[in-house]
């Protein structure tokens, strides 16, 4: 069974540094492009990062270029996302997706973790 | 970046009814578009991909269509557990980007 397990959030101050880690299982994580998307509490979903199989390729939404950095381990069949220099506008749920085929939906996501940016 | 919109910001449909969500891009983006469903406090769930391809284990009752800037996802009768805010996304550049959402409820 596929499954994704987000941790590490809670509550940060702006400016701090926190890492998001996820935990693939029931597929080789190798094969996949993977993506981090957020919804920030009672609004829409947003799509903030994602990586290539071997990590050679990374995108970001402009609103955390610089600030946040996406990563993954292979071997260790997991995914990250360092946020650096967090801003209350980053306060969301985050989840982990698994991009699948030619279209790149989403085939599978994590249940999310919530980071909260708060002094 | 591609713009995504979605009408209505909400509907409320009876038990039975057929129930229809349009989605717009700014610009074209072939089939490069999917739909999720998001039932309170859960994670998203994929329902179509590629403007009209339905994922395994979604209910026969939803399809979707549409192609370049316009696309529908369609609930053919609406059922009790259908309640829930459906999103479209684009895929055919970064930044991927979804739509604002539809509230389904039932009346």
């Known amino acids: 069974e596929v499954q994704l397990v987000e941790s590490g959030g809670g509550l940060v101050q702006p400016g701090g540094s926190r890492r998001l880690s996820c935990a693939a299982s029931?597929?080789?994580?190798?094969?996949?492009?993977m993506s981090w998307v957020r919804q920030a509490p009672g609004k829409g979903l947003e799509w903030v990062a994602n990586?290539?199989?071997?990590?050679?390729?990374?995108y970001y939404v402009d609103s955390v270029k610089g600030r946040f950095t996406i990563s993954r381990d292979n071997a260790k069949n997991s995914l990250y996302l360092h946020m650096n220099g967090p801003r209350p506008e980053d306060t969301a749920v985050y989840y982990c997706?698994?991009?699948?085929?030619?279209?790149?939906?989403?085939?599978?996501w994590g249940q999310g973790t919530l980071v909260t940016v708060s002094s | 970046d591609i713009q995504m919109t979605q009408s209505p910001s909400s509907v409320s449909a009876s038990v039975g009814d057929r129930v229809s969500i349009t989605c717009w891009a700014s610009?074209?983006?072939?089939?490069?578009l999917a739909w999720y469903q998001q039932k309170a406090g859960k994670a998203p769930k994929l329902l179509i991909y590629?403007?009209?391809n339905l994922q395994s284990g979604v209910p026969s009752r939803f399809s979707g269509v549409g192609s370049g800037t316009y696309f529908t996802l369609t609930i053919s009768s609406l059922q009790p557990e259908d309640v829930a805010t459906y999103y479209c996304?684009?895929?055919?550049?970064?930044?991927?980007?979804f739509g604002p959402g539809t509230k389904v409820e039932i009346k």
């Open positions: 029931g597929f080789a994580l190798s094969n996949f492009w």
């Open positions: 997706a698994r991009g699948s085929g030619y279209y790149q939906s989403f085939d599978y």
């Open positions: 590629g403007a009209s």
């Open positions: 996304q684009q895929a055919n550049s970064i930044p991927f980007t």
């Open positions: 610009q074209g983006i072939t089939t490069w």
């Open positions: 990586i290539k199989q071997d990590g050679s390729d990374k």
